[in-house]
């Protein structure tokens, strides 16, 4: 194993943030496997599994059963670790700016497109080489201005070259679920399953260019960009990629760590990059994978007092009661209630609302929604 750390651009005079990553393996002799834990930092449960990971992984390194490159990052957002605000967590937007330091990252197809897609020919492994040595070029010429662009050019540079990028987080309250885009689920089927994900939910471009998209997006838009020239050229899906959501904020157990790391582990096995052992059944599916354009979020009219009737992980019809907003000073009750069929995956951990807030997610099976489908 290999420690390195990446000083970032200082904001303040005598202030200096390093974001840490570990290099397992060796680079070029199989799959490159990026994965990166908390970017919303508030999010703890991804850093906890990182950390019984490392354990695994110097395991099979130390006995020569690691084929590929492993880049480990289980801090990935050391700025917004950083930030508290009346004794709270405030990881999900920088404060400088109010950017979530999850959206926002570089469009990598239009960044490299006039640089490759005259350079293409028959061969999609060295396609696939030539794309990923554009990007790198793209990456290197990038020169951060801020703290922020800092972070997010070291989690590219780190992450741009690898074939799988898992992306660990979880939601106020929910159960374990998976988002990736559609070009990335035929491969990434095991490891929603190994991880017993209770919901997964799909898109192509669900907007706003978070980093597994920004990773992944890019090789099916350029795909994209040869058909539509005419130019039968053939380039591989060059990066699989994953949002993996670890329940809730306050799910944070070794137990369940421990359980998401050796879940991760096995489809590692699966996938021929960690070796020595046998190689591990897949388990049966929880669920089948449904439109994220058919995930229902729920809110509320009116502000008051949220009592939950249903809970996480709750199969729910159409008009069933999920919540009721109390309003103590009119004496009146909003009743919020299921507008499609399907599985109640996340809710609000707070239980006060103001008018217009959302209080939770319902995984539908029928797309019906538009445009930028992931929340602020």
């Not at 109010?98 to 990598?108: A, C, G, K, V, W």
């Not at 994209?224 to 993996?244: K, W």
């Not at 709750?314 to 009743?335: C, D, F, H, M, Y």
């Amino acid at each position: 194993m290999q420690r390195i750390d990446h000083p970032l651009l200082s904001s303040s005079l005598g202030s200096q943030k390093t974001l840490t990553s570990f290099h397992f393996g060796t680079p070029g002799t199989g799959h490159k496997i990026y994965i990166q834990a908390s970017l919303h930092a508030e999010e703890l449960p991804g850093m906890l599994t990182a950390h019984h990971l490392r354990a695994h992984l110097a395991r099979f390194e130390a006995a020569g059963q690691l084929l590929g490159d492993i880049v480990l990052v289980p801090v990935a957002n050391p700025i917004g670790l950083a930030q508290r605000l009346d004794h709270k967590p405030m990881g999900r937007f920088e404060l400088d700016t109010s950017e979530n330091f999850n959206r926002y990252y570089p469009d990598l197809a239009s960044a490299v497109a006039p640089a490759v897609l005259d350079k293409l020919g028959v061969d999609g492994a060295t396609n696939v080489r030539l794309v990923r040595a554009a990007m790198a070029d793209y990456l290197n010429q990038w020169a951060p201005t801020t703290e922020l662009q800092s972070q997010r050019h070291t989690l590219l540079q780190l992450s741009h070259d690898a074939d799988y990028m898992l992306d660990l987080h979880c939601d106020c309250e929910g159960v374990l679920h998976f988002y990736t885009e559609e070009p990335c689920w035929p491969q990434l089927a095991e490891l929603a399953y190994f991880l017993g994900s209770q919901a997964i939910l799909i898109a192509k471009n669900s907007g706003n260019l978070p980093i597994d998209e920004c990773l992944s997006s890019a090789w099916w838009q350029l795909a994209e960009r040869l058909r539509a020239s005419g130019r039968d050229v053939p380039l591989p899906q060059g990066c699989h990629s994953t949002t993996i959501e670890l329940r809730g904020e306050l799910d944070v157990s070794h137990a369940w760590a421990q359980k998401d790391a050796q879940a991760i582990i096995h489809w590692l096995q699966f996938i021929g990059v960690l070796v020595g052992e046998s190689k591990p059944e897949v388990p049966a599916a929880l669920c089948q994978a449904t439109p994220l354009a058919g995930s229902e979020t729920l809110c509320a009219r009116s502000p008051g007092i949220v009592v939950f009737a249903a809970e996480p992980g709750q199969t729910l019809k159409k008009g069933e009661l999920v919540a009721e907003i109390i309003n103590p000073i009119a004496n009146s009750t909003e009743r919020v209630q299921a507008g499609v069929d399907g599985l109640f995956y996340a809710r609000i951990r707070d239980r006060y609302i103001t008018a217009g807030g959302e209080l939770g997610k319902i995984a539908g099976a029928q797309a019906f929604r538009s445009g930028p489908l992931l929340g602020a």
